[in-house]
C-alpha cells in the first residue's frame, strides 16, 4: 500500500485537502472507498484530482482530459507524382500553374512557400482545409513548419544561407498564414478555447523565443482586439436610412394587407440579411446541410432554409385565408408588390420565396384569382419570374446579380445547386490518396462569391413589431394549402365561393385577358377529387387534412393493369436505395446509391424535380449503363401501368394528377435536358435518335401536347450547331 501512495506522491498536506472533501460526501460514505479505489488505481496526481473536484456531484472527481495526440508532419520530401501534382489553367495574366492535387504535407509547405507568397491559394486553403484536417493539425502543421531543421554538421556559411533563404522566408509566409487565419477565419479561435490556448502559446513560447518579435507582437495584437470586440463598430452609413412606413392599424389586429409593401420588403430584407451574414464558410463544406447531423454541421444554412419555407408558405397562407374572391385579388396584388420591393432591394432570395410560394399547386390553379390581376400586376409576376428562372443554370439571376453593387441577398439556392455539382462531381482523394486540390478551389470560388455579399449592410431602419409579424406569421402546409385552395375555387363548372365586383379593380379588358404562364413542372391539370376531400366552407381545416393525408394510401390500394417488362413496382428499401439522410420537409433527400432502377425512378419522381441528381446521373450514367439502356429505362418509366376497369372515376383521377402527369413532364424535363446538354449521345448513335423521334410522335404527342415542339426546336438548334463546326477550317 506504501509504495501506492508514494507513486501518487501523496503529501501530508495533500492528505488534509482530501479529507476536507470526503465529509461532503455526505450520506455517501459507502463510496469513499470506491472513490479512493479508483484514484489509487491510476497515474493521477491528487494535486490535480482536489482541483478538479466538482461541488455540485461530489460522487465524482473530474479527471483531467489526456493531452492531446499531435500528429507528425513531415516535410522537405522531394516533388514528385506521388506526393503533388500541377496543371496549366488559362487566367488573365496568361497560363498559371496551379495545385491540382497533392498530400496534406505539400500543401502546407506550399501554403507557407518561401520563393513566394501566393494569397489567392492561401485563402482557398483556409477556406476548404476543414475538408480534408482539423484546425489542430493545421495548427500543429504550421508550428512544425515554423520549426524546420536546419542543416545537421553545417558549415558556419551554410547555416547562416540557411536562414536568409528558407527559414526566414518560412518563418514569415507561417506569421501571415496565422495572421490572415486569425483575421479573416476568427471563429474557428472563438469557438474552440484550446485552439485558441494553443495559438497563443505557440506565439509566447515560440516566436518570441526565435527572434520574430514584431510578427508576434501584431498577432498578439489581432488576438487582443478580437477578444475585446472593439472590431464590432456600428457602421456608418452616408446617408440617413428613409422613414419606415407604418401602418395605419398597428393594434393587435393588424393584417397582412394593412403592412405597407415597401415595409414589408424591407423588414424581410433585414431579417434575411442578418441571417445571411451569419453562414460560416465552413458550412458549406462536404454539403453539411443535407447530412443527418445538419444542424451543426451548417445551423444558419439551415435557419435561411427554414426561414425560406415559412415566407413562401406565409405568402400562400395569406392568399388562401382569404374567402372573398375580390379580397383575395387584393392580397395578391400586395404580395406581387413586396415581391418587386424585395427586387429593388436586390433581396433575390425574397424574390425567389414569394415567387416559389405563387408557383405552388395550390395558388397556380386559382384561375379567377390570377385573372384578377392581369395588367401592371402580371407584368411584374412575369418579370421577377423570369428573373429568377432556373433554366440555364439560374442564368438570368446570375448576370443580374455580376451588373449590380450591393448590398445584396442572392438566392441561396443557386450556390448550393453549385456545391452539390462540384462535390458530386468530383472525387476528394485522386491520384492513390492524393487531396484533391483542384475540387477545392472551386469550392473557394463559389463560397467567396457569397462571402462578397455578406459584408454590405442595408441602410434600413428595423421595425420590431413587423418583423416579430413576419416571423410569426401563419403559414399551413402543402397538403392543407391545395385543400382550401379546393375550396377557394372548385374545379372548372364547379360552383365558386364568392363573386367580385371585378369593375373596382380591374378594366373589362383585363378581365377578359388570358393568363399565360409557364411554371417548370407544374401541372395546369392538377385538379384532385372533389368527393373524397370535401369542398365546402364550414369543413374544418383537420378534416380536410387528415382526408388529403389518405391519397398515399389510395394510390396503393389502386389495381393497376400488369405490363410485361414494368421494372418500378418495387418498394424503396435498403436493398435497392440508400439516402443521404432521413426525408425532411426542408431539405430533399439526396440519393447516394442505388439500383439502376431505383435510380431512374428517383430521376423521374413524381413527387419533386431533383435536379442535382439530373445534373449528376446525365454527366456519368455512361460508367454504369449504354445510352440506349437509359432511354428504354425513361420509355418504360413514362407508360405507367394504368388502374384497372374495377378504378372508380375519383381513383382514376388521382392516379393522373398525383402520380401519372407529374411522372410524364419529369421523364420530359430529363429526356429534354438530355438533348439539349449532351446531344452528341444522339448525334453519335442512329438507332438511338430514331428511338427519339419516335417517342417525340407518338408518346409525347399523346401524353404533353407542346412538348414535342420544344424537343424538335433544341435538336434542330444542336443539328445546326453540329453542321456549323464541321463545316470550321482548320488550317
Not at 374545379?491 to 377578359?512: A, E, W
Amino acid at each position: 500500500m506504501a509504495s501506492r501512495w508514494s507513486r501518487l506522491n501523496y503529501t501530508v498536506q495533500q492528505n488534509q485537502q482530501l479529507q476536507q472533501i470526503i465529509p461532503r460526501i455526505g450520506t455517501f460514505s459507502n463510496k469513499q472507498n470506491s472513490i479512493f479505489s479508483s484514484l489509487l488505481s491510476t497515474n493521477i496526481n491528487i494535486n490535480l484530482a482536489i482541483n478538479n473536484y466538482n461541488p455540485i456531484n461530489p460522487l465524482f472527481f473530474e479527471l483531467p482530459e489526456r493531452p492531446r495526440e499531435r500528429k507528425i508532419f513531415t516535410f522537405d520530401t522531394i516533388d514528385s507524382e506521388s506526393n503533388i501534382m500541377f496543371t496549366v489553367e488559362e487566367s488573365a495574366e496568361g497560363k498559371v500553374s496551379n495545385i491540382k492535387c497533392a498530400s496534406v504535407e505539400k500543401l502546407i509547405e506550399r501554403v507557407t512557400f518561401e520563393e513566394y507568397a501566393d494569397p489567392s491559394f492561401v485563402q482557398s486553403f483556409l477556406l476548404t482545409y476543414r475538408s480534408f484536417m482539423s484546425s489542430f493539425e493545421l495548427l500543429d502543421a504550421v508550428i512544425q513548419r515554423y520549426n524546420m531543421p536546419g542543416p545537421v554538421n553545417g558549415t558556419t556559411q551554410e547555416i547562416e544561407d540557411f536562414k536568409k533563404t528558407r527559414q526566414t522566408p518560412i518563418r514569415l509566409r507561417v506569421f501571415n498564414v496565422m495572421k490572415t487565419w486569425c483575421q479573416t477565419h476568427w471563429l474557428d479561435f472563438a469557438d474552440d478555447p484550446k485552439l485558441l490556448e494553443a495559438f497563443k502559446d505557440f506565439i509566447e513560447n515560440i516566436m518570441l523565443k526565435t527572434g520574430m518579435v514584431n510578427p508576434a507582437n501584431q498577432l498578439q495584437k489581432i488576438i487582443i482586439k478580437k477578444l475585446s470586440g472593439n472590431e464590432d463598430v456600428d457602421v456608418k452609413f452616408h446617408k440617413v436610412p428613409p422613414m419606415p412606413q407604418l401602418p395605419s392599424n398597428m393594434h393587435a389586429a393588424m393584417t397582412f394587407i394593412d403592412v405597407p409593401a415597401e415595409e414589408l420588403a424591407r423588414q424581410i430584407t433585414l431579417i434575411e440579411h442578418e441571417m445571411y451574414k451569419s453562414i460560416k464558410s465552413w458550412e458549406f463544406l462536404n454539403q453539411g446541410w443535407t447530412k443527418k447531423d445538419k444542424e451543426k454541421r451548417a445551423p444558419n444554412i439551415i435557419a435561411m432554409i427554414r426561414h425560406f419555407n415559412h415566407i413562401s408558405r406565409w405568402a400562400q397562407t395569406e392568399i388562401l385565408k382569404t374567402k372573398d374572391l375580390r379580397d383575395r385579388i387584393a392580397v395578391l396584388k400586395h404580395i406581387i408588390e413586396v415581391c418587386e420591393k424585395l427586387k429593388n432591394m436586390n433581396n433575390f432570395n425574397g424574390v425567389m420565396e414569394i415567387v416559389s410560394g405563387l408557383q405552388s399547386s395550390g395558388i397556380f390553379r386559382l384561375k379567377q384569382t390570377w385573372a384578377g390581376i392581369a395588367g401592371r400586376h402580371q407584368r411584374l409576376y412575369d418579370e421577377m419570374h423570369s428573373l429568377i428562372s432556373s433554366d440555364n443554370n439560374y442564368k438570368n439571376i446570375r448576370a443580374f446579380l455580376h451588373s449590380i453593387d450591393p448590398p445584396c441577398i442572392p438566392y441561396l439556392g443557386v450556390y448550393l445547386t453549385d456545391l452539390i455539382f462540384i462535390e458530386d462531381g468530383a472525387p476528394d482523394l485522386i491520384q492513390g490518396g492524393l487531396i484533391n486540390f483542384s475540387k477545392r478551389r472551386k469550392l473557394s470560388l463559389v463560397i467567396r462569391e457569397i462571402q462578397q455579399y455578406q459584408q454590405t449592410p442595408y441602410c434600413l431602419t428595423p421595425v420590431s413589431f413587423i418583423q416579430e409579424f413576419i416571423l410569426e406569421g401563419e403559414t399551413f402546409d402543402d397538403d392543407m394549402l391545395y385543400n382550401m385552395s379546393l375550396q377557394r375555387e372548385a374545379r372548372d363548372g364547379q360552383k365558386i365561393d364568392t363573386k367580385p365586383d371585378l369593375k373596382k379593380n380591374t378594366s373589362s379588358k383585363d378581365v377578359k385577358a388570358t393568363i399565360q404562364r409557364t411554371h417548370s413542372g407544374t401541372v395546369n391539370a392538377r385538379n384532385f377529387q372533389k368527393k373524397l376531400f370535401g369542398e365546402s366552407e364550414d369543413k374544418s381545416a383537420d378534416k380536410g387534412a387528415e382526408k388529403l393525408g389518405l391519397s398515399e394510401e389510395i394510390l396503393d390500394s389502386i389495381e393497376y393493369q400488369q405490363i410485361p417488362g414494368y421494372k418500378f413496382n418495387e418498394k424503396d428499401s435498403s436493398s435497392n436505395i440508400i439516402f443521404a439522410k432521413d426525408q425532411s420537409d426542408d431539405i430533399r433527400s439526396v440519393v447516394i446509391a442505388g439500383t439502376i432502377e431505383k435510380l431512374v425512378e428517383r430521376l423521374t419522381y413524381e413527387k419533386y424535380p431533383d435536379t442535382a441528381l439530373m445534373n449528376v446521373m446525365m454527366l456519368t450514367y455512361p460508367t454504369f449503363m449504354t445510352a440506349n439502356e437509359l432511354f428504354s429505362l425513361l420509355l418504360i418509366r413514362f407508360n405507367l401501368p394504368r388502374p384497372t376497369s374495377k378504378a372508380t372515376k375519383e381513383q382514376i383521377e388521382l392516379f393522373r394528377t398525383k402520380k401519372e402527369i407529374p411522372t410524364q413532364i419529369r421523364v420530359f424535363n430529363v429526356i429534354k435536358h438530355w438533348v439539349d446538354k449532351h446531344y452528341e449521345d444522339f448525334h453519335s448513335d442512329s438507332n438511338l435518335l430514331a428511338n427519339l423521334n419516335q417517342f417525340v410522335e407518338k408518346d409525347l404527342k399523346k401524353a404533353i401536347e407542346r412538348a414535342p415542339d420544344q424537343i424538335k426546336k433544341i435538336m434542330q438548334k444542336n443539328l445546326n450547331l453540329a453542321e456549323k463546326s464541321r463545316n470550321i477550317n482548320f488550317n
